[in-house]
């Protein structure tokens, strides 16, 4: 079986895959080790690592070299978080994919807003867009960003219909996956798994934000993919503030040897 088969058959409905994302080769080996399944990028932390925004100002030739290095650190499928796919139009975004591919990638996420744009991708746009991605081959994870940057309260029954109108779009695009982030709205993750035609990801939000405590509940909901996408980063980034910190306090270092 090929290696994107093999990673499509991971994405199970009820018994998802659990993806802790990573940022370089290194994150990559060491999330390897501990039982990965596959390996995934975050885009925040890739381009965080090397002192750039999240924003698609990190340059291209920079993510497929960090990519490729991931690639050839482990042995598992490796998925590259490519923002919006790096190109201005459909037909550019597809070359920038088609490179990824190159290097032995099995998948992309793809996110349908726009550098710079506060509204989503319109639906046509955002289609042509992911079948430029899909002629790749690759795993297409499809993102909606419709929850994005609105507060709990407004993940209702319109935004969530809004969510499967474009899963629906985003598969007949030629997606294999629909990734709904920023909501922990469990009526709304529940419904989207329901009607969408492909199978969702969800991001992971912990109980203290309102989430989740273990990753069966949202196996419950049918979720057949959950990704842990920037915390990973955050919580390395967090520990190496304490730890100089302390140290330049002068305390001792939170670690041994």
């Given at each position: 079986m090929p290696a994107i088969d093999e990673f499509r058959a991971l994405h199970r409905p009820g018994k998802p895959l659990i993806l802790f994302n990573v940022w370089d080769a290194g994150s990559a080996r060491a999330v390897a080790q501990e039982g990965a399944r596959a390996i995934a990028t975050g885009s925040y932390g890739v381009a965080g690592a090397q002192g750039f925004e999240d924003d698609e100002s990190f340059p291209i030739t920079e993510v497929l070299s960090n990519a490729r290095r991931i690639i050839t650190a482990t042995d598992l499928p490796v998925t590259v978080d490519f923002s919006a796919g790096y190109g201005d139009s459909p037909e550019a975004a597809g070359r920038s994919v088609t490179a990824v591919a190159a290097l032995g990638a099995v998948g992309i996420n793809l996110e349908d807003q726009l550098p710079g744009e506060n509204e989503l991708?319109?639906?046509?746009a955002q289609m042509k867009r992911l079948r430029a991605a899909a002629d790749s081959g690759l795993f297409i994870n499809a993102r909606c960003d419709v929850f994005l940057d609105v507060p709990a309260e407004g993940h209702d029954a319109g935004r969530t219909a809004i969510a499967i109108d474009r899963a629906r779009a985003y598969a007949d695009a030629g997606a294999s996956g629909?990734?709904?982030?920023?909501?922990?709205?469990?009526?709304?993750i529940a419904a989207i798994c329901e009607q969408s035609p492909i199978p969702v990801n969800a991001l992971w939000t912990p109980l203290a934000e309102g989430g989740f405590a273990s990753h069966a509940e949202l196996a419950d909901l049918g979720v057949a993919r959950i990704s842990h996408g920037v915390r990973p980063w955050f919580a390395a980034m967090a520990w190496l503030r304490q730890a100089a910190r302390a140290v330049h306090g002068g305390a001792a270092p939170p670690y041994d040897g």
């Open positions: 991708n319109p639906i046509p629909f990734f709904i982030g920023f909501t922990a709205d469990r009526r709304a």
